[in-house]
């Protein structure tokens, strides 16, 4: 039986910290779940860290609906949530549609969208129609080029309208809430002051529950992860040593060897040779 938002929800109300990862694949949804991960997010993250873009801003709904897919196959305990894409909810119908697609298409029980109170129409549609809703303020990547990548929340205004938002994000029936790279005090307050579960990444110990980017905790590119992100491991370079290793027994012949091959009978070769 896979979790539900149900159980999210009690885990909050019990005082049990919430972990949440994002995985893109089969295999590592596998791996995620083996591992005790109880959310498994299909975040549009992929677009660069799978696919290589710049930004999230080049996804589809039939990215995630691929993904999502291998996600599902991977994992069965999990609480799957799948990120709708850059402009794919930006109006009712829209949303709709989107959601539509990616419910019947690639699985997943619940979707993620960023933005504030502009979005309560959509969580409100969504939730109405059986689509369970987690919401994604502050540091929110597909408006980077409106609101840059920096810190939010930071004075009066902002703050206030981050407290604005998570509200009115619960109160149009979000079951979730993702805070990215915001104050952790404030981050704090507002885990404390809504019922639903706050998931943070960048922004404190005070929140609900945390949520990482798959190559980030593991390590998988060389370059630095972003500062809100943990390296538990340094697994791209330890792919890399080990591809080097077999890269050099390839050229040396040392790779393979009788126990990778197989093998026919010296008669039967000779006769099939004549
Ligand atoms: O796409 C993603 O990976 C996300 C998380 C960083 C929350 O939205
Ligand atoms: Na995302």
Known sequence: ?????????????????????????????????????????????????????????PVTVDDM?????MVM????????VVDLPFMTYATLQDAVTSARKIMQ????????????????????????????????LGLTPQSQHQIGLR???????????????ALALQEAGAFGLVLEVVPAELAAIISERLDI???GIGAGAGCDGQV?????????????????????????????????VYVAEVSSGAFPTAAQSASIKPEILQEALQ
């Open 197 to 199: 579960p706050v998931i």
């Open 105 to 136: 298409g690639g699985g997943g029980q619940a979707l993620k969208l960023e933005g504030g109170a502009e979005m309560v129409p959509v969580v409100r549609k969504l939730t109405e129609m059986g689509v369970p809703v987690m919401g994604h």
């Open 1 to 57: 039986m896979r979790r539900t938002i149900f159980d999210i929800r009690n885990m909050k109300a019990a005082g049990e910290k919430i972990t949440m990862l994002t995985a893109y694949d089969y295999s590592s949804a596998l791996i995620a779940e083996r591992a005790g991960v109880q959310i498994i997010l299909v975040g549009d993250s992929l677009g660069m860290v799978v696919h290589g873009h710049d930004t999230t801003l």
């Open 151 to 165: 810190v939010q929340g930071k004075d009066v205004r902002a703050a206030k309208k981050l407290i604005e938002d």
């Open 73 to 80: 196959r991977g994992s069965q305990e999990a609480l799957v």
């Open 65 to 69: 609906i691929l993904h999502a897919r």
């Open 212 to 244: 990482q980017v798959w190559h980030d905790v593991l390590g998988l590119f060389e370059e630095k992860s972003p500062r809100h992100a943990k390296r538990f491991a340094e697994i791209g370079a330890q792919m890399t040593e080990a591809l080097k």
